[in-house]
């Protein structure tokens, strides 16, 4: 019977945190190996390569870094008559605001995750992986090396792994701390040794033009996991795990108001938002009510908990669906106008003034923005700047207009999905707390520059209509 320091709650499923928090559990290759650590690899490596992908799109697999994306589909965008090195990269750059789910596998588990980036290696035909890592985790950095070294002592990585003719080397790459080099073309421009400016799409689809210009398969530390757990079970057995399209176990990552915050790892689909935040959490704190919810992490849409959104059925008939039934999948999620994206669920009680929690995203963006895109670089400041004005109480109902505008001229306009990442927030919250952010503003303020610089180039303005 498998114990834990902390125990799992009930509703909870346990596949990839299985051996999280748990009772005389260590980092170390000899006890993964005496729990059946690289059976599953055995496995993999008497299957053909396209059977492992196989197994893997049969299961429906989806990223769990973000866009949840199939992650078997992916693998087969390696051009089929491909003659140059193929690359698999582990991203392991965990940075969005309110996600805090890799770190313990990293931590607590990395044997778990080599053992998935290898079949995943083999599966597309990759040589060498790395596995890139915010400048943040220096432990879990440390603690990787030491398992690759374990790994390859015992023929797990390096040449003719397990006598199976496959080589594969795996390499620890730290990045500097930039929240961009989640997006996995910039990571791929970072580990190039290059400033992380993402890279258009298309033509750089990694799968074709990546690193090195090389076919690369990009995947979440959580993602890489689950494949050994598909192998394993098999696609099929595992497919009947969650629900349909939205297939098997993810962790939440529940922080903000609730009296049991922390990491849930469920079947995908199974809960809803009502049995996670008061079953699994325990409701509010301090006799506080709910107020609103970040689903996947800072860029995902804000939901309010007393909204209902009216959603189709797949015979084309409509359904109302209140917030606290939100079954918590990636569909249903979207079709309610966020998404479920890297699984960390914030959580605002009535206490929370939102013109802070605003403020507090603009911040974040403001600061992260690798300054490629002109709308993305000069919209997120000034959305920050207009934002903290808001909170300080000095800013004119125009401004939340002007602050609305900025935020729509960004979307849809960037490289990479940054730029949206950052216009969410104020177009969301705008939407559902407009009378409360115009409440923190000031009818009486004139609006006029209050930068000195600003005020003298008002020499130049002219009214509309009238002679220079």
């Known amino acids: ?164 003719g496959f080589n594969l080397e795996i390499h620890v790459h730290r990045g500097a701390g930039a929240y961009i080099c989640g997006e996995e073309t910039g990571l791929i421009e970072s580990l190039e040794g290059k400033r992380p400016y993402p890279r258009l799409k298309p033509p750089y689809f990694p799968a074709a033009l990546g690193l090195y210009m090389c076919p690369t398969i990009v995947n979440n530390v959580e993602s890489l996991c689950h494949v050994k757990h598909i192998i394993a079970r098999g696609g099929d057995a595992y497919a009947r795990l969650g629900t349909p399209r939205n297939t098997g176990t993810r962790i939440l990552c529940v922080s903000g108001d609730v009296i049991r915050p922390g990491y849930f790892e469920i079947e995908v689909g199974k809960l809803t938002m009502r049995e996670l935040l008061y079953d699994v959490c325990g409701g509010p704190r301090n006799g506080r009510s709910f107020k609103a919810v970040i689903p996947g992490g800072s860029s995902s849409k804000i939901l309010r908990c007393d909204e209902s959104f009216s959603l189709k059925n797949p015979d084309g008939s409509e359904r109302l669906l209140g917030f606290w039934d939100i079954p918590l999948d990636f569909d249903t999620l979207a079709a309610c106008g966020s998404m479920a994206g890297s699984g960390g669920v914030i959580v605002l009680d009535d206490s929370r003034s939102m013109s802070w929690v605003l403020n507090n995203l603009n911040a974040f963006y403001a600061h992260e923005s690798c300054g490629q895109c002109t709308p993305c670089r000069e919209g997120s400041a000034w959305m920050k700047k207009i934002s903290a004005r808001i909170v300080a109480g000095e800013a004119s109902p125009q401004d939340v207009a002007t602050l609305e505008s900025i935020a729509y001229q960004i979307d849809g306009r960037t490289v990479c999905a940054f730029g949206e990442a950052s216009s969410w927030p104020v177009e969301a919250i705008l939407a559902k707390f407009r009378d409360e952010i115009l409440a923190d503003t000031q009818t009486a303020i004139d609006r006029q520059p209050q930068h000195p610089e600003a005020q003298a180039q008002r020499r130049f303005l002219t009214a509309r209509g009238s002679a220079p």
């Open 1 to 164: 019977m498998i114990t834990y320091t902390k125990p799992p709650h009930p509703r909870e499923y346990r596949l990839v945190f299985k051996n999280v928090d748990r009772v005389g559990w260590d980092a170390s290759l000899q006890c993964y190996l005496r729990d059946g650590g690289y059976q599953d690899l055995q496995k993999a490596l008497t299957l053909q390569p396209n059977e492992v992908t196989e197994e893997v799109k049969k299961s429906g697999l989806r990223g769990r870094g973000g866009a949840g994306f199939p992650t078997g589909m992916k693998w087969t965008f390696i051009p089929p008559h491909n003659t140059q090195p193929v690359y698999l990269i582990c991203n392991g750059d965990e940075s969005e605001p309110g996600t805090f789910k890799d770190r313990y596998i990293l931590h607590q588990d990395p044997h778990q995750l080599i053992e998935g980036m290898v079949i995943a290696a083999y599966a597309v035909g990759a040589h060498v992986a790395y596995i890139y890592l915010r400048e943040e985790f220096p432990e879990a950095a440390r603690i990787l090396t030491h398992a690759i070294e374990e790994a390859r002592s015992q023929h797990f990585v390096g040449e003719n792994v397990l006598d199976s």
